[in-house]
């Protein structure tokens, strides 16, 4: 597919700014929507363009990119509604975000810089913005999932200089903190066992970061296996009149063994 000119990107925006209005206007159910109302269809869009780019499906990125963009013009439709702001304005304020954050790209003094030393410090740069968060961790959102938000949180401390110094150093943090779950299972205390549980798995999370390891991407693909592995074992238990609640574990280990074989 050919790129489009910047007359015709611009064209192309236009026009969907040219279709929200009518949808807005002379659609009954989009009329009936509220920001609240369209917030969990956004996070579903999200989700989908991850797993576009996780699959490498070129057409099937392109097309959640245009139906993510279709709710940021929704969202500022009804922003414009209520005269507080609209599209210009958003569209305004993440290029001054940006110009401000790259004073190396933007500004007449700027300096040439490494990818390493501009990750190094983005988040000190940022706590210089004016209107920006208060504190480095607050802008983290605490509705975001766990996983992600641990790596966020991880992310941003290191753009903040706090860090391990050599990777291999947070093994040692990790087995720690299996040490300490191990302690709180012993005590049986379930509120003690859960925040130990919890410091492992913000442990493991940094690990993989420090390694180059999507941990959301990681999880994500045992997860699918063990989908995979575990529907083979119910599938071929009903192909031999057997059912898994009357069955021993060893039985049970047999097919997910040939499961594990198959590549499965």
Request: glycine fraction near 6%.
């Amino acid at each position: 597919m050919p790129n489009h000119s910047r007359e015709e990107k611009t064209a192309a925006f236009g026009r969907l700014l040219d279709i929200m209005d009518q949808l807005r206007e002379k659609c009954p159910w989009n009329a009936a929507q509220t920001m609240d109302s369209i917030r969990p269809m956004t996070e579903e869009e999200v989700y989908e363009l991850s797993d576009a780019i996780i699959s490498g499906d070129s057409a099937e990125i392109m097309k959640e990119i245009g139906d993510l963009l279709y709710h940021m013009v929704f969202y500022a439709r009804i922003g414009s509604e209520t005269g507080l702001f609209d599209i210009a304005d958003s569209i305004d304020k993440v290029c001054d975000k940006m110009v401000f954050r790259h004073p190396h790209v933007f500004a007449n003094e700027g300096k040439r810089m490494s990818a390493k030393e501009i990750a190094d410090t983005w988040e000190l740069v940022k706590a210089k913005e004016k209107d920006g968060n208060k504190t480095v961790m607050s802008g983290i959102p605490r509705a975001m999932p766990a996983v992600l938000k641990a790596l966020s949180m991880q992310e941003k401390a290191r753009g903040c200089g706090f860090d391990w110094e050599q990777k291999e150093d947070v093994w040692e943090k990790v087995h720690e903190e299996l040490g300490e779950v191990e302690e709180a299972i012993v005590e049986a205390d379930m509120e003690h066992m859960t925040e130990e549980f919890g410091d492992l798995m913000f442990a493991t999370i940094n690990a993989a970061r420090l390694y180059g390891v999507d941990p959301e991407v990681a999880l994500s693909k045992t997860c699918e296996k063990f989908r995979r592995r575990f529907t083979y074992l119910e599938e071929n238990t009903l192909r031999k009149g057997l059912d898994l609640k009357t069955m021993s574990l060893a039985e049970m280990d047999r097919i997910w063994d040939e499961a594990k074989a198959k590549g499965l």
